[in-house]
């Protein structure tokens, strides 16, 4: 795996956990009582994104040196989750 795809692996994963965590804790101004005029009630109270970010980052840390030591070692590769036999012997040799 060279740098780009290990950067861009990390920033799928990245992105993946940060949608994930977005939701969790999150409560409405609708839920407090108190709605800023301007905004739906919907809208969250107090985001904390800077904490979500640091949680975020830490979590898909973790998951990429996980799924970076997958790959790299080649206990998973391509050729077997070929469910179609799509690909013939030596189709990375070329």
Known sequence: M???S?????AVIWFLTLFIVLPQRLRTQGE????????PSSAPEE????TKFK??????AALWVVTAGIIISGVITVEMIDLFGVM???FHDR
Not at 6 to 10: H, I, M, N, R
Not at 47 to 50: P, R
Not at 55 to 60: G, H, K, Q, R, S
């Open 88 to 90: 013939e012997e030596g």
């Open 2 to 4: 060279g740098i780009v």
């Open 55 to 60: 949680l975020v980052t830490v979590i898909a």
């Open 32 to 39: 407090a009582g108190e709605v800023e005029p301007g905004t």
């Open 6 to 10: 290990g950067t861009v692996l990390f």
């Open 47 to 50: 985001a904390h994104m800077v």
